[in-house]
């Protein structure tokens, strides 16, 4: 990883933080050190602490921002959350970090359009129980769905388990606005399921990692919210005979609403929360979902469940009731914090291999483990392909030869025919690695975009595929 | 409509094009003006003949092709079977058409992964029969879909009866290859559900109407056929009821897989089409349709029946069989075709307007009729908003007062919170009509955008907010 580096920025002087304090308002600043804290970082390790948070409510306040940074050309990173785990949000050139936690307004939810319309603030679960109060739904669930904002969604175009059948966050903006670095506001896409006037500046932004614009409002699309949900758990004594029963499912003409799986080694640091017996042999867990009518709910979970005996599942539990599917996720959702809380040094990848391509590829992963020195636990949405490894290190004196094993672990996935992050993004931490998926031609064209809305480079700089001095 | 200008390109020489033909090949090359004629429109009115076609089989002539232009400085206008409605590939300025219908192959429908790559000049009906054969299905469906390219779609992003429940071309588009105006071969997006590894290149290619890239191969998402369709007719007294009865099916939670009306008038050409008595006196047809299990299907049309009867249908047929479901929308999908022929000139609008608005619109019409001398034909897919006004026009010189209409339309639909094009896009024929939805700040953004990917404007010149003149 490249060193913080202030690069080509003057530091914010007094005088430039006064201007800022007088154009925002004393009250949305802070540059206490001791709470400037919370910003300097995500959910990665690194930490990079900004020389002042700007913490607004109004568009025309990130406008402000923006003129006097275009004035004085010092750095802004946007931030939603923090939950993030690329380091998109961590201020690596210092700077302002732009908080957009307090534009936390759902503005509308318009259940005679489908649509919501909402600040980038927004907690993700908040507007999934504002839908689900109208009788609708909104689809994408992120793991840190309870934490995590819709703003950060957007930028990082965040996924989640429902993917396999509801697609990420991409497939519900429909609109937005957003400041451009030059501080113009700029109005992009539509509040209707169609339209196709110019280019899909909406799409483009949407992934983008704030290196592009400020996301001040978004138009998300709502769905009718499904009656019925039901679900299974198969447990398996491998995890390839997971992953191809996983397949079959998909491949007989079943589109589950999940797909979940956790490996031996998850299972280990999870199985006493889990609301079922007998996990101490197991070497794989299915959690599969279906949503819909009752009735087409019910005889589709008998079917799959049959799939998953005739793939050599060695138990099935079938529909858990709702407690027992609370539980399940909270646990499914909180793995990688258990990983963490118990490794030295926790690397979280984010890997996505064609579907029928699972199982191979999660049979090769042992012998790199052993090869690298490396622990993998592996879990993750296993009905997109979207594997999370979590390579856990016992030793930071090793971590030469891991960060080779991780290299040697991606190209494989590429030979695959895949993708080295299917939710997390590139931001610092896959940006060495980008080369490895991206040709040259397509980065210069992604540097030229980013030329065309941020010249000067000062929103969010050194992330993605941009080197870090930046200016 | 701006005049077709060659702007500031020069003429193709007797050199240029043995250069073309050398570089090529000669049997890839048309320049006789008859057989040129066929590549000078598409279905609008508008024509222009080219300077020369070429109509190769493989990426790397287009690159070639790309490198003399460069050379040169000759205008290339692709296109794909010249089924578009915005006269996106009708080369305004002259020069080159390069014509991918040769570029016809569906090199796999991969099963086990759920993918289709496809090169562009495939017909859309041509891969969606390729799918069902091996028990999937590809859902975009436009009307012309068994005349229309893959690679058109993917240019315009079209949309089709189908968006209603799976969205338009673009959420079937995973990755593509394509050739920059530089010549260069790029890779964008991926082979999977999920990937977010750099700007969405792949989307921002998507609808782009063939002014930044030549799409040459598609990597296509599909998924499971749904083992049962239903549907049923519902004949109403007026537009507005029928479009109530949409948004009722709509926010009470059903999701159909199309949701198709006509008006009286469209009726008064189509009537003795379809397989229904009493369409005398009905003001609007609605044609809706569910797919997914058996049992589902057949629940979910009952209760949308009642919806349509509560609703004030005058008439509901339930579930029509495969002979009158063709032929049914056989008749809904050449609709336009009948209009045109009925027509002195005729001119294909395209708007959306929010699903709760649909009434309210379409309830205005007929007083914009009288007060500037057109016919409106009203059909479309009222389930997205989408609404096809085909404007007919007895009297040329009328036509002033009509371009009039129009723009009263349009801004209507704006003030809705509508979009002008849901699915042929801009190309030549929207230009004039583009400021009054894209701001000056997202034109600016747009062109710049143009400006990296084709520097020396040799690409589809003069379409969508680019002036005519080129160079």
Redesign the interface.
Known sequence: LDTPSKGAYAPLTREIIDRIRENIGERFVISDPERMDHYSGDATELRCCPELVVEPTSKEQIQALFGLANDFHFPITPRGLGTGLAGGCVPWSGGVVLSLAKMNRILSI??????AIVEPGVINGDLKRAAESC?LFYPPDPASLDTCSIGGNAA??A?GAS??KY??T??YVLGLEAV?PSG?????G????????????A??L???EGT?AVITQLILRL???P?AVSGLVALFADLPSAMRSV?SV??????PSAMEFMDRRCLGLVRGLLPFDGLDRTGALLLIETD??P??VE??MERIGLICLEGGAENVFMAPDAIKRARIWEVRRRISLRIEENAQVYIPEDV??????IADFVSCLSEIEERFDMKIYTFG?AG???IHLNITVENRQTLGRVAEGIRVVLEKVLAM??????????GLV?KRF?PL???P???R??N??K???DPLRILNPGK??EQCAGG
């Open positions: 318009d259940t005679e359009n489908l649509i009788g990082t175009n996924g993917c396999v697609g990420t991409r497939d451009l113009e506001l700029i109005q992009a539509v509040r209707t399921r169609k339209g196709v006037v110019g280019y899909s500046l799409q483009l949407v992934g983008s592009l769905i009718p919210r009656p397949t998909l491949t007989r003409g079943h589109i819909g009518t009735e087409a005889k589709e996505v291999v064609p579907i029928g391509r949405h997109d392909g979207n025919g895949g993708t080295i992050s299917g939710e997390h993004g590139v896959k980008l998926e991206l040709s031609v397509s980065v064209i992604q030229e975009i030329n065309t809305f993605i595929f």
